[in-house]
């Protein structure tokens, strides 16, 4: 029996690494140059062998695909595109045979303009009943919006249609947000989470898990610069609201339902951008969700001393309310973090093309990094090719473009599109293994990864994925790798990050600009020891 499966039934999650499949860019198995669930099948040994805990699938839904599956028109299928209902139950029962779990995204906040609902609503007519099951008004005085509310992709939350009124998208205009204070849509998600679960899913991510609830009353935002602000500050009228936690109390008791079966409780992870890490808290309470992304750590700079008061903070913050930190260094809506750590920390977090990066500072710092985040106490996340150190596309042609924001910021911002590239997996050439035939990929792969394939990868023992897997086979094997706390190490030089895991268990992370001794017998390091010292932008995991 294998150590992830001897573990408790019900608390699996607490310390699992979690690997996210973005399903089009994962692996192609019908060649059409779109990813599928079967191609999620075929890679489950690779997925097997890195040593992950579970794998996180976002949308696989049907949808019109405007918000790479965001928006959803269907939530009880699978998109063509991607397989069917039987390639997914398939898939579940392969992953569960390897020790793997399955959670899958749900987006609660709003649905597609093709989900049967919103195309009943736009039909039905002002005061019909089918329109309030989303945010339709009319408009204010001088025909103007209902709010001064701007969407997260640009221009405003609010889109007129042909008889005046207005309806709400705090998102892509393709993307109606749905109305949580009507009982039919807090039925439908009931009858949605029972549906997947009953499938034999491990658990869901909830998808911007602190927006669902609106303050009824439509106050404006204040501005910024002459702008409606974009802040989540406290008493935003439609994020972070008090009416999110009652949703998820309830979906809590659905998942606890689930606990005396042989697969265990179900989970719930929350993506919540809140900051600090106080507000976050309250999404994790023992009622409520089981965890939640920590967003701090991905957004801190390559610096000792934040990193530092990050992980104190998060682990404080959420250790007092009973939760499990969480620990993310990319997804599929950032920049990756090879290309991130390779800018300087003012620039770290601006889109393409904007700042000069370099890799190899990059390479070196992503590697230092992951060792870190599977060395802190709680659960890690791992975005599909991070474990090759791919770095983010930045020079993605225009035409290729499909992420909203390019449209909706007037071809001004490229959006998200240079982390989703698909996946190389073997070859020298584009596409690189990732489809079965001819079909290019949907967004085209840069000439230079071939050394950057998992074959090539899986040849190399100094390699991305070599240390990968080197780190997580370790992180199974160590009684201290677990949930339990971490101790700072005292007296150490400036720019290093030093603490120690009982039983017997150091990290030791060099930022600084000098090598540094080790105090113990080396299990693995980022990079190669320099005369017995560990370099600079590099981790160590020590034995003492």
Known sequence: MTEQASRPVDDWWRSAVVYQVYPRSFADAD???TGDVNGIRARLPYLADLGIDAIWISPWYPSPLLDGGYDVADYRDINPEFGTLADADALIAEAHALGIRILIDLVPNHCSWE???????LAAGPGSPERDRFWFRDSKEGGLPPTNWPAAFGGPAWQQIDDGQWYLHLFDISQPDWNWDHPDVIAEFDSILRFWFDRGIDGFRIDVADSMAKDASLPDVPLQDGEPTREKYVGNP???QPGVHTIHQRWRAIADEYAGTPQGARVFVAEAWLSPAERLAQYVRPDELHSAFNFDVLRCAWDAK???????????NLWAVGAPATWVLSNHDTIRHRTRYGRSQRDALEGAGVVPTDLELGRRRARAAALLELALPGGAYIYQGDELGLPEVEDLPEEVLDDPTWERSGHTVRGRDGCRVPIPWSGSEPPYGFGSGDGQPWLPQPADWASLTAEAEAADPDSHLSLYKAALRIRRSEEALGEGRLTWDADVPAGVLSFTRDPGFRCVVNLGDTPIDLPGNVLLTSEPLTDGKLPS???AWLKL
């Open 306 to 316: 934040e990193l530092r008061e990050v992980i104190d903070h998060t682990t404080e």
């Open 31 to 33: 060649g059409d140059g």
């Open 115 to 121: 989900h049967p609902w919103f195309k009943a609503a």
């Open 238 to 240: 439609f994020y972070d």
């Open 537 to 539: 932008d590099a981790t």
